[in-house]
């Protein structure tokens, strides 16, 4: 066997190595937010609130208690989390969103919401529609149906 041979096995088992012990890991880790998500559901409340605000912002910049930021592992501290500001009863609190539901939840309206702590798992509408976001085309195709409709070529939306 040649030295090239050797060294390629060396890395194939090194690699294998790795991945057996990433889905070792993987699946520990999998187990634990199972674990959080079981937790979270049993202690979920239903509250009524005013969604005055929504940002993506680092955790030490939402207005979150400090006791929150304390626990919160030193990787998280600056990375950017969904936050909500609602106003619950009379109080103004910062709220952690579940990032699935962050996009669908509605600025400047009353919810429902499935509260557990200070984590929104669900929202749901109380008052009026939903609001139906409007994409905007980029590009030269948008620029060409801009100035077809200011030249009354296409019917204004």
């Not at 109380?126 to 948008?142: I, N, R, T, W």
């Amino acid at each position: 066997m040649g030295k090239g041979a050797i060294i390629a096995i060396i890395v194939l088992v090194v690699f294998i190595v790795l991945l057996i012990v990433l889905y070792f890991v993987g699946k520990k880790m999998q187990k634990r937010q199972d674990e959080n998500n079981a937790l979270l559901q049993a202690n979920k409340q239903y509250v009524t609130m005013l969604i005055i605000d929504k940002k993506r912002m680092k955790i030490k910049d939402a207005g979150l208690p400090q006791m929150v930021i304390d626990q919160t592992p030193k990787a998280l501290r600056g990375s950017k989390m969904p936050i909500i500001k609602a106003k619950i009863g009379p109080q103004i609190m910062s709220l952690i969103c579940e990032e699935k539901i962050f996009d669908e939840v509605p600025v400047k309206k009353e919810v429902k919401a499935a509260v557990s702590g200070i984590y929104v798992l669900e929202v749901k509408g109380l008052h009026g529609k939903k609001e139906v976001e409007v994409v905007k085309k980029k590009g030269f195709k948008a620029w060409v149906d801009k100035l077809q409709e200011k030249a009354g070529a296409k019917p204004i939306k």
